[in-house]
């Protein structure tokens, strides 16, 4: 299994942007696709996770952040609203299937003030 991260890049405070994990290989629908960020000195944190039909999240990105998964695609994104500049991070797509885990690259996410 494969993870491509796309979709990062500078935004204002408030707005929007979308990132997309491709995946190469077989991700089941019953497996966990989440999303982890890193902001500089700090560790790595988890973001949100989808597993079969249900959706979690850290309590900072409830209600701005959505995660899905397109089947036919085979991609799990990650649509961020209402950004803050305390959500500047590089963000990082997370795969585990049956006892094994993947990471892809990161995608960096600046937000200004």
């Known amino acids: 299994v494969q993870l491509q991260a796309s979709g990062g890049g500078l935004v204002q405070a408030g707005g929007s942007l979308r990132l997309s994990c491709a995946v190469s290989g077989t991700i089941l629908n019953s497996d966990t696709m989440s999303w982890h960020r890193q902001a500089p000195g700090e560790q790595r944190e988890w973001v949100a996770s989808?597993?079969?039909?249900?959706?979690y999240y850290t309590d900072s990105v409830k209600g701005r952040f959505t995660i899905s998964r397109d089947n036919a695609k085979n991609t799990v994104d990650l649509q961020m609203n209402g950004l803050k500049p305390e959500d500047t991070a590089v963000y990082y797509c997370?795969?585990?299937?049956?006892?094994?885990?993947?990471w892809g690259q990161g995608t960096q996410v600046t937000v200004s003030s």
């Open positions: 989808i597993r079969g039909g249900s959706t």
């Open positions: 997370y795969a585990y299937s049956r006892g094994n885990f993947f």
